[in-house]
């Protein structure tokens, strides 16, 4: 390794690396698909059942490479005295579990928060989290006359906000890939106001973006089949749910000290990052028929971030806002929010509003996308991050909620798949 990075000599400016041609175009600058392989999104699948609280298992047909995978949530229009929040599509989706075909591991369960957290923190750009946000359902606040509708993309392997992210062959599988969704059984987390809310979708139904060759034959899987103990490896980033039981909230100019949590309950892999916010208890749980805000992330500060006793993050007053853009290309890291005020009866009145994640980065780029590169960074399993914070209010209930994101590879063998989350 060191050959490759040190050296004897002088360097020459003229020729301090490999030369590259930038003026045209050659074998080094520019390239062609190997395979012929077309996109398009022809497969629309209904839900089994349109109820909250039920729970949908979908199998996914295996004829072609499968990419993005999009849930469509259908509500009726609002009722007097009736109100939704913004993003309901994500805070009516409790959980996510799936498997690849006939699998080795058990299936993997993505839960509440971190599926959005998980879609926010793969979007670089704060514009394209608006329109995310937006897109699983607009906040409103008295009827429209037209249906209310959601959609949202769900964070799997194969389906995220990473634009490089390659499909899987679902061809190489010998069953079909399993998607089980489970809905959350209760409107109140979404809907406010003195109305009789509903407790049904008009539709829920899933998209898929899906890739076919035009010879089945130079897929891998012919070569799998003529050898059986020929395996392929499809790295992803694997997300996985943390949220900290209730603590009071304390502000700066009233304590000395902030609030203190405990993270814990790290898989046994590379972790290359954590996203969390603080969210008020009343925010996601209302009384008094008040409209919840689910998403609506306090905007902490003084972020102090200890392992065993030694600093490992020190973000004074609210300067993670900045560090949250220095870990590779990321623009502004808020996304812009609308919250609304308590109340009962219309008229409802919401404010916008800017929150922030803060991002701890282990490794030496952000890390919720492959990129094509694994970092090496520690693991922790067994062992507990201490986080302080400042809170905006106090003796405020809050809970602190964060998705944990680290190394994982789904590995594909004789018609069978296992992951590797280590």
């Not at 209302?286 to 973000?315: E, H, K, M, R, Y």
Request: charged share 15%; proline share 6%.
């Amino acid at each position: 390794m060191s050959d490759a990075i040190l050296g004897i000599k002088p360097t020459i400016m003229s020729s301090p690396g490999i030369q590259y041609n930038d003026l045209y175009y050659s074998q080094a600058n520019a390239s062609v698909s190997l395979l012929e392989c077309t996109f398009g999104w022809q497969n629309v699948i209904s839900l089994p059942s349109l109820q909250f609280g039920s729970s949908c298992q979908l199998n996914i047909p295996i004829d072609q490479f499968i990419g993005d995978v999009v849930l469509h949530l259908r509500l009726p229009d609002l009722q007097a005295n009736e109100s939704i929040t913004r993003g309901w599509g994500y805070a009516l989706l409790q959980s996510i579990g799936w498997t690849l075909g006939n699998s080795n591991s058990t299936q993997i369960v993505l839960q509440n928060d971190a599926i959005f957290q998980t879609v926010i923190a793969q979007t670089t750009d704060p514009e394209k989290r608006l329109e995310i946000l937006r897109l699983a359902g607009e906040e409103t606040l008295l009827p429209t006359g037209d249906y209310l509708d959601a959609y949202l993309l769900l964070p799997l392997p194969m389906s995220t906000m990473c634009g490089d992210k390659l499909p899987i062959d679902s061809t190489m599988l010998q069953s079909n890939i399993v998607i089980n969704l489970q809905f959350n059984s209760n409107p109140n987390c979404v809907y406010g106001g003195s109305a009789t809310h509903p407790s049904t979708f008009l539709k829920s139904e899933i998209m898929l973006r899906q890739g076919k060759l035009s010879s089945q034959a130079m897929s891998i899987r012919t070569v799998m089949q003529q050898a059986p103990e020929l395996r392929y490896a499809y790295p992803f980033i694997h997300s996985q749910y943390y949220l900290s039981p209730a603590f009071e909230g304390k502000r700066e100019s009233s304590a000395f000290q902030g609030c203190s949590v405990e993270m814990n309950s790290f898989p046994n892999a590379d972790l290359v990052g954590i996203a969390f916010y603080v969210v008020k208890v009343s925010d996601k749980s209302p009384v008094s028929n008040n409209t919840p805000n689910p998403f609506n992330a306090d905007d902490i500060s003084n972020v102090l971030v200890s392992f065993n006793g030694s600093t490992l993050f020190n973000f004074p007053a609210k300067s993670y806002r900045l560090t949250n853009m220095l870990a590779g290309a990321q623009s502004a890291s808020y996304y812009s929010n609308s919250v609304i005020s308590p109340g009962s009866v219309a008229p409802f009145i919401s404010n916008p509003k800017n929150n922030y994640l803060c991002y701890l980065d282990f490794s030496r780029e952000r890390s919720t996308c492959l990129q094509s590169h694994f970092f090496n960074v520690f693991r922790m399993p067994n062992q507990i991050l201490r986080v302080q914070f400042n809170t905006t209010q106090d003796t405020t209930q809050y809970r602190l909620i964060a998705t944990y994101f680290v190394n994982a590879v789904a590995e594909f063998q004789n018609g069978t798949s296992v992951i590797r989350i280590d």
